[in-house]
Nanobody
């Protein structure tokens, strides 16, 4: 089992920045595709960004150019740097870890409990 703990959320003004962190337990962190998802009130959970063990990234169109996902495999930690924040970025942000087999089937899938990000003046 993998335990994920998010931190770094809070209240920020429009145009400001926040850096989220997700600390993962276990010794197999480098084997997982890591991601950030978010869920706003009344909306479905949506993909924000993902990053593979080799550093390949994918972003939602709504955050591309403003957010940056990164990982430090020596620290079992994934980050989400959020710049130029907008009120519509307000949501609970969840950390995700997925492990795939050789044919691309998800064999393990874990979620953190989330951290609140509020963008408001």
């Amino acid at each position: 089992q993998v335990q994920l703990v998010e931190s770094g959320g809070g209240l920020v003004q429009p145009g400001g920045s926040l850096r989220l962190s997700c600390a993962a337990s276990g010794s197999d962190f480098s084997l997982y595709v890591m991601g950030w998802y978010r869920q706003a009130p009344g909306k479905q959970r949506e993909l924000v960004a993902t990053i593979t063990r080799g550093g390949s990234t994918n972003y939602a169109d709504s955050v591309k150019g403003r957010f940056t996902i990164s990982r430090d495999n020596t620290k079992n930690t994934v980050y989400l740097q959020m710049n130029s924040l907008k009120p519509e970025d307000t949501a609970v942000y969840f950390c995700n870890a997925r492990r795939l087999n050789i044919v691309g089937i998800v064999t393990n899938n874990y979620w953190g409990r989330g951290t609140q990000v509020t963008v408001s003046s």
